[in-house]
């Protein structure tokens, strides 16, 4: 069997915990991951005032995929500077290493239990190293009574297309194929024009996949009235970065939710993380929900080929714990169905 080497940065809060009990139930299918922990995050960063060393940035090119399981300090700390982490970490993570697609699956729980409308399966494709994130802007008289602040939204014709090809090629796999661009293209009509000209010519190349245009406010009604009219969703930085967490909150909670950050062309690693927080206050207490972080290593073993292996995963997903069961033991739960 062919076995993958894997990064691991457990990080703050539970994210070690998680993390842990991930690869635990990734292993108990038989796969062979052989890891090396990084000690990277806001506990490191108050440690040595490092966020992401050159060196370790090298080394961790080097690895077939990454297993993040959360990065923050505690809410209230003063001692990481809002931002420091997001931006010199975990977004610079995506940038060097390329991880243009934003893939989040959600699966509503026990569906058949909920009214049809109310059914959740659908997967969220967010542009993910341009938008609001690239950076662009900056102060004027920075602390003066008139002080002004910019910040502007990069959108390229490549990095729009390929997340947009991305989009339909997951589509037209998927048994609906339906594909539908999300933005504000009466308001912002640069960046809306070229999201939706490039949507348009991309879906001439695919006549299999039906297509639908929402405007971003609408999709959040419609996501909590009827989620079921989505399959796939493809949408910019920004706004898939809010769409998401409400996609989270109406399929069960922000803390089942798994995704996918991917360099496609597989140029270098992709990485994988439970999208919710760091949760410091329920750290070592044993109440950590794993699920989310047990549903990415679900995606990442995928990626890599073992597809036998996350869909066993992703059956045994499909069985509730019981009430109660420690962070460990619901990791033990599920390593023991796949």
């Given at each position: 069997m062919t076995s993958h080497r894997i990064a691991v940065v457990g990080?703050?809060?539970?994210?070690?915990?998680?993390?842990?009990?991930?690869?635990?139930v990734a292993r108990?299918?038989?796969?062979?991951?052989?890891?090396?922990?990084?000690?990277?995050?806001?506990?490191?960063?108050?440690?040595?005032?490092?966020?992401?060393?050159?060196?370790?940035?090298?080394?961790?090119?080097?690895?077939?995929?990454i297993l993040l399981g959360a990065i923050g300090p505690a809410i209230g700390s003063k001692e990481v500077p809002s931002g420091i982490l997001e931006r010199g970490l975990l977004l610079k993570l995506r940038f060097e290493l390329d991880l243009y697609v934003n893939h989040r699956p959600f699966l509503s729980p026990n569906p058949?239990?909920?009214?049809?409308?109310k059914v959740c399966d659908m997967v969220v494709v967010r542009e993910n190293t341009e938008g609001t994130y690239a950076g662009e802007g900056g102060f004027l008289r920075k602390g003066t009574p008139h002080e002004v602040a910019t910040q502007g939204s990069v959108n390229t014709r490549f990095g729009v297309e390929r997340v947009v090809r991305y989009a339909f090629d997951l589509a037209a796999k998927r048994p609906r194929k339906h594909l539908t661009l999300v933005h504000k293209t009466?308001?912002?009509?640069?960046?809306?024009?070229?999201?939706q000209r490039t949507f348009d010519e991309v879906s001439a190349s695919y006549p299999a996949v039906e297509v639908a245009y929402n405007h971003v406010d609408a999709s959040c009604i419609y996501l909590v009235e009827n989620p079921s009219r989505y399959d796939v969703v493809v949408t910019d930085n920004l706004f898939g970065d809010i769409i998401t967490d409400l996609a989270g909150a109406?399929?069960?909670g922000i803390g089942l939710?798994?995704?996918?950050?991917?360099?496609?062309?597989?140029?270098?690693p992709s990485l994988f993380e439970p999208v919710h927080g760091a949760a410091h206050d329920i750290a070592g207490t044993g109440r950590a929900?794993?699920?989310?972080?047990?549903?990415?290593?679900?995606?990442?073993?995928?990626?890599?080929?073992?597809?036998?292996?996350?869909s066993a995963i992703e059956k045994s997903l499909e069985t509730s714990p019981?009430?109660?069961?420690?962070?460990?033991?619901?990791?033990?739960?599920?390593?023991?169905?796949?």
């Amino acid at each position: 069997m062919t076995s993958h080497r894997i990064a691991v940065v457990g990080g703050d809060g539970i994210g070690p915990e998680v993390s842990e009990e991930a690869l635990k139930v990734a292993r108990a299918t038989g796969v062979i991951l052989e890891t090396t922990e990084y000690d990277l995050g806001a506990a490191r960063y108050v440690k040595t005032k490092e966020v992401l060393p050159d060196g370790v940035l090298e080394e961790l090119k080097g690895y077939e995929a990454i297993l993040l399981g959360a990065i923050g300090p505690a809410i209230g700390s003063k001692e990481v500077p809002s931002g420091i982490l997001e931006r010199g970490l975990l977004l610079k993570l995506r940038f060097e290493l390329d991880l243009y697609v934003n893939h989040r699956p959600f699966l509503s729980p026990n569906p058949h239990e909920l009214a049809a409308n109310k059914v959740c399966d659908m997967v969220v494709v967010r542009e993910n190293t341009e938008g609001t994130y690239a950076g662009e802007g900056g102060f004027l008289r920075k602390g003066t009574p008139h002080e002004v602040a910019t910040q502007g939204s990069v959108n390229t014709r490549f990095g729009v297309e390929r997340v947009v090809r991305y989009a339909f090629d997951l589509a037209a796999k998927r048994p609906r194929k339906h594909l539908t661009l999300v933005h504000k293209t009466n308001v912002l009509t640069y960046s809306g024009d070229l999201w939706q000209r490039t949507f348009d010519e991309v879906s001439a190349s695919y006549p299999a996949v039906e297509v639908a245009y929402n405007h971003v406010d609408a999709s959040c009604i419609y996501l909590v009235e009827n989620p079921s009219r989505y399959d796939v969703v493809v949408t910019d930085n920004l706004f898939g970065d809010i769409i998401t967490d409400l996609a989270g909150a109406v399929s069960g909670g922000i803390g089942l939710a798994a995704s996918a950050n991917l360099n496609p062309e597989r140029t270098g690693p992709s990485l994988f993380e439970p999208v919710h927080g760091a949760a410091h206050d329920i750290a070592g207490t044993g109440r950590a929900n794993p699920i989310a972080a047990i549903r990415s290593m679900a995606l990442m073993l995928d990626f890599l080929g073992e597809t036998e292996a996350a869909s066993a995963i992703e059956k045994s997903l499909e069985t509730s714990p019981p009430q109660g069961l420690s962070t460990k033991a619901i990791g033990d739960f599920y390593a023991e169905r796949v």
